[in-house]
């Protein structure tokens, strides 16, 4: 086990999950939790956070709370996490589950995640929990210098993880990992 892996031992899915499917926490495959949305398998939620790389020291951005369990494995590497999710009664679920375990750097909002949350910006990393053809460009805009975005980007079949990063100059950089399967972000990126 590695040290990021260490950080997570006390995050246990089963808080995070709706009472009948709790049973299935120890699965590594992803879970509905209600409005038809998903929580992803613990082991690619643990690889996108390896992949964006956030620190003690960063402001992390996070688009689709779901149920809050990627949340506090962001809480848990990261300075602050600010999280958006549209669906109302999904955000209150994750905000109950994230209160009962006392996070204290999670910042909440219910809204459409395509816009981020301007006021709050610019964020070291940004991670999008949802399918989308594409990366708004108010999300780009929100991205710090020397900051990384991922997103799975695709249509609806399949998508791959993507890498955005910005550099001191505020070019853009692109870098691909696996393709995988999201739900739709919904709001104007959506497929």
């Known amino acids: 086990m590695n040290d990021l892996e260490n950080r997570f031992i006390n995050v246990d899915r089963k808080n995070f999950l709706p009472e009948e499917i709790k049973k ?8 509905e939790i209600g409005y038809g949305q998903t929580t992803s398998q613990p082991s690619l ?4 956070i390896k992949i964006l790389n956030p620190d003690e020291n960063s402001k992390v951005l996070e688009i689709g709370t779901g ?4 949340t506090a494995l962001l809480a848990c590497v990261s300075k602050t996490v600010y999280t958006i999710e549209l669906i109302e009664k999904l955000s209150l679920f994750a905000q109950k589950n994230l209160s009962d375990l006392d996070f ?7 809204a459409d995640g395509n ?12 991670i999008i929990s949802a399918g989308s053809l594409k990366v708004s460009d108010e999300l780009i805009e929100q991205l ?13 079949s399949f998508q791959t993880l993507t890498l955005i990063e910005k550099d001191e100059n505020e070019k853009i950089f692109t ?7 999201f739900v739709e972000l919904k709001g104007n990126s959506g497929w």
Do not use: T
Not at 144 to 152: D, E, R, V
Not at 175 to 181: A, E, G, I, N, T
């Open 24 to 31: 299935y926490y120890s699965w590594d495959s992803p879970l």
């Open 45 to 48: 939620i643990i690889k996108m």
């Open 67 to 70: 149920c809050g369990y990627q």
């Open 104 to 110: 204290e750097n999670i910042f909440f909002r219910i």
């Open 115 to 126: 816009h981020g949350w301007k006021e709050f910006s610019p964020f070291d990393r940004i």
């Open 144 to 156: 710090n210098i020397n900051g990384k975005l991922l997103a799975p980007i695709g249509g609806s």
């Open 175 to 181: 870098s691909k990992y696996d393709d995988v399967r």
